[in-house]
């Protein structure tokens, strides 16, 4: 059974940074390609990243919303992705959650693609 985990959301003020993590158990994370989206209350989803597998093109994309401030990034090694968030602001605040399924490579479209596994996700709020 593929269960994605999210952590690392939390409160933060205007202008910081937060650092999301998504662990996966019962599926190796490394060798597919992985989105992270994010739906705040009334929204709807909103595909932020998504990183190809080191084994293929190893691509990142990034929505325009959050490009230069979002960092998507794998530790191999732990089996982990990765979302650095900085430069927070108040229209970052939802609930965000990583997805994967069996592609390597992100998908043209990848931002309103229905990955076949996704996280509970975890909140962001940004305010002061």
């Known amino acids: 059974q593929v269960q994605l985990v999210e952590s690392g959301g939390g409160l933060v003020q205007p202008g910081g940074s937060l650092r999301l993590s998504c662990a996966a158990s019962?599926?190796?994370?490394?060798?597919?390609?992985v989105g992270w989206f994010r739906q705040a209350p009334g929204k709807e989803r909103e595909g932020i990243s998504c990183?190809?597998?080191?084994?293929?093109?190893?691509?990142?994309y990034y929505a325009d919303t959050v490009k230069g401030r979002f960092t998507s990034t794998r530790d191999n090694a732990k089996y982990t992705v990765f979302l650095q968030m900085n430069s927070l602001k108040p229209e970052d605040t939802a609930v965000y959650y990583c997805?994967?399924?069996?592609?390597?490579?992100?998908?043209?479209?990848?931002?309103?693609?229905?990955?076949?596994?996704r996280g509970q996700g975890t909140q962001v709020t940004v305010s002061s």
């Open positions: 997805a994967t399924d069996w592609r390597t490579n992100c998908l043209p479209g990848w931002y309103g693609y229905e990955f076949d596994y």
């Open positions: 019962g599926f190796t994370l490394n060798k597919y390609a």
């Open positions: 990183i190809s597998s080191s084994d293929s093109d190893g691509r990142t």
